[in-house]
């Protein structure tokens, strides 16, 4: 057997070696996250992070308890167009009343009834199980059968995305927000591609400054879940923030505009009902007649005279409000026609 002096081509050990060290050369390991990378990232696009930045401030200032459920809404159809569900806002929107679907729509509809609660409530993703409303599951020997990582696995996942957050704690929210959006999808604490979860978690962070807003519009305004360069997932965020607040806040001038001629249209009309479904349709891009009663509390009209409308004038007057109707609202009045009076199914219809 030959000594280790004969061996004199072999390199020696390192001198720099610990005790721990394996006897063999191991590969650098490239990591899955570098906030370092997202900071100076930013600090290149300081022009379009404050383009995007502004175009928050400005539809945060304007913002109503209203307007932000619409919003949230729209934002929640785009996250799940971006992981290739495509669910109207319309169907989210009587999901979320009549509890109704098909089986092929059931768990998209599921989830997105949790973006929209999660974006329209208070409070950031701290502890991500309950954020999510997962149970804690440990490991029982089908765990590669999940779509999802359970028990330890998820706990150290949600370290490494807390670790991400605290190293992007000098960034703006709103890079922030991108930053943990891809961190998210790279530790792998959704299923493989999806990007529901990732964007409300991400959207709820990227909104700390905002007032009134509490999530960051983002996903309807542009693609967000292509990979690529740092600088240029970046760049393509910060453009998807900017063009979604100002359609919002397009939209928001059309509503309020329309809300002006359809008071106009009904000025003639007793009772409080027509104010009552002007503002209902402000809210939510869809209504039912279930919908009606809830929000306008008007399932008791024609009980009483200070309520009652002349059908006469409902009949000439609600023509001119179906044209004011928003141009991304619909009626739906398949179900629940019995809590109305018949007159106001008259007015809706």
């Not at 495509?86 to 009549?98: A, F, H, M, R």
């Not at 409070?123 to 309950?130: F, K």
């Not at 409080?272 to 306008?296: C, F, R």
Request: proline share 5%; with cysteine; charged share 20%.
């Amino acid at each position: 057997m030959a000594d280790d002096g004969d061996l004199w081509f072999l390199p020696g050990p390192p001198e720099d070696i610990a005790p721990t060290d394996p006897p063999w050369e191991v590969a650098q390991q490239k990591l899955v996250f570098a906030p370092k990378d997202w900071l100076r990232a930013e600090a290149a696009q300081g022009r379009g992070l404050a383009r995007a930045a502004a175009a928050f401030a400005r539809l945060d200032a304007q913002m109503s308890t209203g307007f932000a459920k619409r919003l949230a809404l729209a934002e929640t159809s785009a996250l799940l167009w971006t992981q290739g569900d495509w669910l109207p806002v319309e169907k989210i929107t009587l999901y979320g009343l009549l509890r109704e679907s098909s089986l092929k729509d059931a768990q998209g509809l599921s989830l997105a009834d949790w973006a929209q609660r999660r974006l329209l409530g208070a409070g950031l993703p701290e502890d991500l199980a309950a954020f999510l409303g997962r149970r804690r599951a440990e490991f029982d020997g089908l765990e590669d059968f999940g779509q999802h990582p359970v028990g330890i696995e998820f706990d150290g996942l949600e370290s490494d995305w807390h670790a991400a957050r605290r190293g992007l704690e000098e960034a703006h929210p709103i890079t922030q927000a991108a930053g943990l959006f891809a961190a998210w999808r790279a530790f792998g604490l959704s299923e493989p591609g999806a990007a529901v979860e990732a964007g409300v978690a991400a959207t709820k962070i990227g909104a700390a400054e905002g007032r009134a807003l509490r999530f960051l519009p983002v996903a309807s305004g542009g693609p967000i879940g292509q990979g690529g360069a740092v600088a240029d997932r970046l760049a393509r965020w910060y453009g998807a923030v900017e063009n979604a607040c100002l359609q919002a806040e397009m939209q928001h001038r059309q509503l309020n505009t329309w809300a002006k001629r359809a008071e106009q249209a009904t000025a003639g009309l007793s009772g409080k009902t027509p104010a009552l479904l002007i503002e209902a349709l402000q809210a939510v891009p869809a209504l039912s007649a279930g919908m009606v009663a809830h929000a306008g509390s008007v399932a008791n009209i024609g009980q009483g005279r200070k309520d009652s409308i002349n059908r006469t004038q409902l009949s000439s007057e609600s023509k001119k409000l179906r044209k004011a109707v928003p141009f991304q609202t619909k009626l739906f009045l398949a179900d629940h026609l019995s809590h109305l009076d018949g007159s106001v199914a008259n007015f809706l219809t």
